[in-house]
């Protein structure tokens, strides 16, 4: 290996780490020198010209016999060339599809290599009489080009939010001419035909249901090729039983992956109109909370209204129990007031999509302020460790955050200061966040009760409320495609978790 080829693969190598860490301005610094050490090389080929970049860091002094002395490779230069171009595209939108493709037309170049000195065929490793690329550099490649193809498909998912196939497509040239190498050099090839099951197994990662019958198609030409090329010796009729196998053992796999392509898409396009029809009725169902909650609003408004006329003109006209009915009304009217509110505010959780990133510490702060005349009534005593920053609504995220420590802070034991402590916890891919509180606690039998709309455990007259607050918790947390739960030791306290992705 020269050394300009050892710097360039220590160059892309920290490019693409630099990139895996979103390190893009620094990679595409290094990149740069990667791309100029082959670019300039391959201009030294072309024009048979000496730009003294051969031995600028080092003098030439390996023995094997070199078309230049120091010089790269000419397919070495050229590698290095596509990876600079291949890193350097990997976060563009515009053009993260070229990207992908480089990265895999860079493997098949270095399998090629690879297997080139297997079965003694200098022409995939060496151009000409030039300089050729070393077994190894052949094999560095096949990781560079591997490294690439990963960073691609994971911006790809990132930026476009899909998967493209076109990272496969030099995967899908490269692995079949080196089989088809293989195979010509090798007698009888009992076990080389087979190879071609992993270009149908590739097929499994495009999309277009009849892939895999294709590249089975694509197969079976390149076993008979083989066949037609590979010395077969005094065993012909052998060869003729390996190729057999081979062809039925492809296209085995390819009738398999083609059923099994059929009813995922099948199964895949079920779901799609299930869900679609299942935010449908979300939607119809809103709309009908909404409407429904609204129109109720205003026959309760008039009886109240009557109401309070009765008892402001003829209060003491009435008699005690007419003075009872009108007061048990009142309160009725009330109570009917808070939970049609109630359902109306649940209904119009998740209305607003839009998500941002979001400081929990802020919104932790600002729940705060605005429950403060209850935190000094109860003399509460909140201990906040450090909240992440994630994606989230904001609006709802500060329901969430002032509905568990309203709650923490109300249900407690007569002459008890509410103790309230809320922490958080990185996990692999969301962050998990507690709030833990000293009150009353829930009896275990009722923990997976508590979050059902108005369901409560006390009595009005014990604890306020309509039985709404951690119903809409348990929504907002679903919305955010995370998971709440709560654990309790009664008369001692209880801890709501809840997750959200990072």
């Keep these: 290996m020269q050394f300009n080829t050892a710097l360039g693969f220590t160059l892309a190598g920290i490019s693409i780490l630099m990139v895996y860490f979103n390190q893009c301005t620094k990679a595409r610094i290094c990149t740069a020198l990667v791309g100029l050490i082959g670019f300039i090389t391959l201009l030294e080929y072309l024009f048979s010209i000496n730009l003294f970049l051969d031995e600028l860091f080092m003098k030439h002094y390996i023995t094997l016999k070199t078309s230049n002395p120091g010089r790269m490779a000419p397919n070495t230069a050229l590698c290095f060339t596509l990876t600079a171009l291949s890193i350097f595209y990997i976060n563009t939108r515009s053009r993260i599809n070229i990207s992908s493709l480089i990265g895999s037309l860079i493997f098949g170049l270095g399998l090629t290599a690879f297997v080139g000195y297997y079965i003694n065929t200098d022409l995939t490793y060496a151009w000409g009489y030039f300089t050729q690329m070393a077994i190894h550099t052949a094999f560095g490649f096949m990781f560079i080009g591997i490294g690439v193809s990963f960073l691609s498909w994971k911006a790809t998912n990132r930026i476009l939010g899909q998967s493209k196939t076109s990272s496969l497509l030099g995967y899908l040239i490269a692995i079949p001419i080196t089989i088809l190498l293989i195979d010509i050099n090798s007698p009888l090839g009992i076990g080389v035909g087979t190879l071609y099951v992993i270009l149908v197994l590739l097929g499994w990662f495009i999309d277009l249901q009849k892939i895999t019958i294709y590249l089975a198609l694509v197969a079976t030409l390149l076993i008979l090729i083989g066949y037609k090329n590979s010395p077969t010796g005094n065993q012909e009729w052998m060869a003729i039983i390996n190729r057999s196998l081979s062809i039925i053992s492809v296209w085995i796999v390819a009738i398999l992956l083609y059923n099994i392509k059929k009813n995922s898409n099948l199964f895949r396009k079920n779901t799609e109109d299930y869900t679609k029809t299942l935010e449908l009725k979300n939607k119809e169902l809103e709309q ?211 997750t959200l992705k990072k």
């Design 288 to 498: 009908f909370v909404y409407i429904s909650s609204h129109d109720l609003q205003e026959p309760l408004k008039v009886i109240s209204s009557f109401t309070s006329l009765l008892e402001l003109e003829h209060q003491k006209k009435l008699d005690d129990e007419a003075n009872f009915y009108i007061a048990s009304i009142k309160q009725s009217c009330t109570k009917m007031s808070s939970l049609i509110n109630g359902l109306l505010n649940y209904g119009r959780i998740g209305a607003n999509h839009e998500r941002t990133l979001v400081d929990c510490n802020q919104i932790l702060n600002d729940v705060t302020e605005s429950i403060t005349p209850l935190i000094k009534e109860k003399n509460a005593e909140l201990i906040v460790k450090k909240l992440p920053r994630l994606h989230a609504n904001q609006n709802d995220l500060f329901l969430l955050f002032q509905n568990l420590i309203t709650n923490a802070i109300k249900f407690q034991a007569p002459n008890t200061i509410p103790k309230i402590k809320i922490d958080s916890k990185e996990e692999l891919s969301h962050w998990r966040i507690s709030v833990e509180d000293n009150g009353i606690g829930i009896e275990k039998e009722h923990l997976n009760k508590i979050f059902l709309i108005f369901k409560r455990l006390h009595n009005v007259d014990e604890y306020e409320g309509i039985g709404v607050g951690l119903a809409q918790c348990s929504k907002i947390v679903e919305q955010h495609n995370g998971q709440i739960w709560a654990t309790s030791t009664p008369q001692k306290g209880s801890v709501f978790h809840f």
